[in-house]
């Protein structure tokens, strides 16, 4: 059952039908505002809400704030809202690249292995060979483990066997030993391992597996979240490898979890009119929320992220218990209802969300003998530095960086440095 607390069924002769409202050319926000503005007084507002419905209803609008300001920012192993997979935010992403750039043999491979959980799906392929080879070669730093060779198909390949092979164990945990599933997924495994070129394509794999597993959606959604863990594609896969054979051992660690750390998404594209506010964030991995775009949710998470409903759903419970023990401070209490409003708004009902609403996180506090939350510190605005971009920059590339102009203070034209 939907637990929302500030749903309320209308009478039937003044309700107000949901697709003529959203047909109204006035709203250009859907989630802002899904009844068109009108400059009505307190009486005339009164007696509209009462036979909208609405009668003794609070309004939750969130608050405005920017991207950055965004409070699920700081809380640490938050799944993202789309692929269900953990996210770093800005402080573990410093640590590991802190780490990682300076270990060797199993030290270097122990890290990887505690993070592989985190690092994204055309990213894992490199970073697990990498591993492979940090226990290999154990007196090289990581620039010289990804100045060896690498071949993008083999490497592709490898990672999708790896997953298929996590699907048919889920399958065969859900439906038994022998299953339509495991057989669908077995004769996928044999185009890979005869390396059929575009024969196996993960687009088309995730749109059959759903279909197949289409008559139970608890079970579907377990499968599922294990496929979506396949390469997005393998021109991606090369341009990782590309990238980390062009960069030293900080670039190579911080490029290789990039696509892992957390970002505040706009559920309503900002391109569209969706406000900088919090009832239009939620926290996505860089991965999901660079290949969205500006496709509603409907569109994308069931091309690309089909395990999104319950991706949303794991996401929407770990922050309800953030904000029960008070980490999120005085003003995400009724954050848990604006989500729900706005991505089965922008997911056309596609996700519907069950979330506590503020009286209910109170209460869940109270039960627990948790007190109440007190206001999160603000932090100071960073002063202005007259120190120059080029002496903060953080070094990535191998090539070194020179601390003076030639040819008159011009600066000379840089090629790229790739390794063929």
Known sequence: MKINAITMAAPATFSVPKKAVEKNPQVTNPIENRFPKQQTNDGSKAI???????????????????TGEFV??????????????????SKEQNEFVAKASKAKGEELANIFAENLHKIRRNERPVARELMERATKYPNQKLSDLADKDMDSRKLYNKENLIVLNNVDKKAQELYGEKNKVSKFVQSQKSLIEKNVRNGFGRGTFLANLKKLTADDQEKSQKVLTEAIELPLNENGVAKVIQKVQASDSVGIARRLIATAVMTTEHIHPKSQGGPNNT??????CAECNNNRGSENLNQYWQSTYPNMPSATQKYADYISEQIITG???TRYDDYMVDLEKAVESESKDAIDLKVLNPEEIDKARKERGLPDPKPLPVKPKPEKSETKKDETKISGSKKPQGSKKPHGGKKPTRRPNIKK
Request: proline share 7%; aromatic share 14%.
């Open 48 to 66: 509209m809400n009462y036979f909208f419905g609405m009668q003794n209803v609070p309004s939750f609008k969130g608050y405005p704030c920017s």
């Open 72 to 89: 699920v920012k700081q809380i640490d192993n938050v799944p993202c809202a789309c692929c269900g997979a953990e996210m770093m935010n």
């Open 327 to 329: 980490k999120m401070g």
């Open 279 to 284: 009832e239009n964030y939620m926290g996505e």
